[in-house]
């Protein structure tokens, strides 16, 4: 089996756009084996997915694995709330962050890292405004124009 190094299994692409990101973490899950397989699979949707904290732990939630196939009953719940591993350290800066005003953890990007492991990119993002998004938007359409002349 070839091994690819940090290839993306699901990127939030909507993350970019209604976020300003600021600081990323690489946070390990907590999986079952019928979800590393339907990984294996690249079958997961994080578009829809939010991050949340409970207890001082944080958790990936709302994000749609489906089922494997060929497990049978062995399967796992579909959307259930997903434990995310991160150093203490870590959880501390985080969770200070999040404190300021417009912050959240947002999901950007999982993947298999160079051993094996599924790694969920996450990121403390700050909420943008409607005209932020349409000032991005202009600035996008004219590089586009700027580059076809």
């Known amino acids: 089996m070839l091994k690819r190094k940090n290839s993306y299994i699901a990127t939030n692409r909507r993350a970019s756009y209604d976020y300003k990101i600021g600081d990323k973490f690489e946070a390990g899950i907590v999986l079952k084996g019928s979800e590393v397989k339907s990984l294996r699979n690249s079958r997961i949707d994080i578009s829809h997915a939010f991050i949340s904290q409970e207890n001082g732990e944080i958790f990936l939630k709302n994000s749609n694995i489906p089922q494997y196939l ?5 399967n796992h719940e579909v959307t259930r709330s997903r434990k995310l591993l991160l150093k203490k350290k870590e959880i501390k800066r985080i969770l200070g962050s999040l404190n300021k005003k417009g ?3 947002v999901p950007l990007k999982i993947y ?3 051993k094996g492991f599924a790694k969920l990119l996450i990121a403390v993002g700050e909420g943008k ?3 932020d998004k349409r000032q991005v938007k202009k600035e996008k359409e004219w590089k586009r124009q700027k580059k076809l002349i």
Do not use: D, M, P, V
């Not at 060929?70 to 062995?74: D, E, F, T, V």
């Open 70 to 74: 060929s497990s049978g009953i062995l």
């Open 129 to 131: 405004k409607k005209y």
């Open 112 to 114: 298999f890292s160079s």
């Open 103 to 105: 912050a959240s953890l």
